[in-house]
């Protein structure tokens, strides 16, 4: 609860809109919503075989996520970690 509080926020939800590739691999622009709070961020990842994996930081505060944890305890930013399956 302190963080998520996955009751009233069951979801984290990322809706892309653009999504083009980049001499690394793609890059994917939406908007992400954690806690009824919705940002745009982009992300950039890669397809190996039938997986796309994306890697990018966020300010969880931002989120209002720890809100009332000390940063000497959490870091402020994070580093947040996708992975999606294709499936035919």
Request: with cysteine; aromatic share 10%; hydrophobic share 35%.
């Amino acid at each position: 609860e302190e963080y998520f509080d996955v009751e009233n926020h069951p979801e984290i939800c990322y809706v892309s809109d653009i999504i083009s590739r980049t001499e690394e691999g793609f890059l994917t622009r939406g908007k992400l919503t954690i806690k009824g709070v919705t940002r745009i961020v982009s992300i950039p990842f890669v397809k190996e075989g039938n997986t796309l994996r994306g890697t990018f930081n966020l300010n969880r505060l931002d989120y209002n996520v720890g809100e009332g944890v000390s940063t000497f305890l959490v870091s402020n930013p994070v580093e947040v970690t996708i992975r999606g399956v294709l499936v035919p």
